[in-house]
Nanobody, 121 residues
Framework: QVQLVESGGGLVQAGGSQRLSCAASVSIFRVNAMGWYRQAPGKQRELVAAITSGGSTNYADSVKGRFTISRDNAKNTVYLQMNLLKPEDTAVYYC???????????????WGQGTQVTVSS
């Protein structure tokens, strides 16, 4: 069974940086779009950044110029480099991937378990 395993996160001071990683737990036939979402307490989950298999990226306005999403297709891994962090970036960050686990399977959405990012002022 496919699982997305996240790493990174934790406590950081405002203005600092963190890097999140997310990798599939098993070998995957094909990974399409990958992305990062976040959910702050009392708020809906929102898209932070996404990247296609071809490398095209999309960012939320609130993180443009500060966050960078990238991927390693050979490792089926997606990264989120977060710079100039602000207290309002505090949230649980979730990895998302649209992928086909095998040659006979349909594309499906998978989610990581979430990792807490806390930015102190």
């Amino acid at each position: 069974q496919v699982q997305l395993v996240e790493s990174g996160g934790g406590l950081v001071q405002a203005g600092g940086s963190q890097r999140l990683s997310c990798a599939a737990s098993v070998s995957i036939f094909r990974v399409n779009a990958m992305g990062w979402y976040r959910q702050a307490p009392g708020k809906q989950r929102e898209l932070v950044a996404a990247i296609t298999s071809g490398g095209s990226t999309n960012y939320a306005d609130s993180v443009k110029g500060r966050f960078t999403i990238s991927r390693d297709n050979a490792k089926n891994t997606v990264y989120l480099q977060m710079n100039l962090l602000k207290p309002e970036d505090t949230a649980v960050y979730y990895c998302n991937a649209n992928l086909r686990s095998s040659i006979i399977s349909r594309p499906m959405e998978y989610w990581g378990q979430g990792t807490q990012v806390t930015v102190s002022s």
